[in-house]
């Protein structure tokens, strides 16, 4: 792995971190998965043993992670409407 690319996937995996606290604050159903992911990665990145597919599945798990945030807040805001 290039220092670019070790950066970029140690943002990630803050990144990664701080979503798997923000969707705690709603609810604890993804906390185990998330967490133990995040663990994985910070093993691989500490190894050196990080993919490019790896960090591009990374990426897309951050994706996936904001977007549920995303869901939780608006789901959980009182002044939303959800009409069925």
């Not at 995996?13 to 159903?29: C, F, G, W």
């Not at 960090?55 to 959980?76: P, Q």
Request: hydrophobic share 40%; net charge negative.
């Amino acid at each position: 792995m290039t220092k670019m690319e070790t950066s970029q996937a140690r943002k990630l995996v803050d990144i990664y971190s701080e979503l798997n606290d923000l969707i705690m604050d709603y609810t604890d159903a993804f906390h185990d998965e998330i967490y133990y992911d995040i663990i994985g990665y910070e093993n691989d990145l500490y190894e050196s043993a990080l993919t490019a597919d790896d960090i591009e599945n990374l990426k897309d798990r951050v994706k996936a992670c904001m977007m549920l945030h995303k869901a939780l807040v608006m789901f959980n805001d009182d002044t939303k409407t959800v009409y069925c």
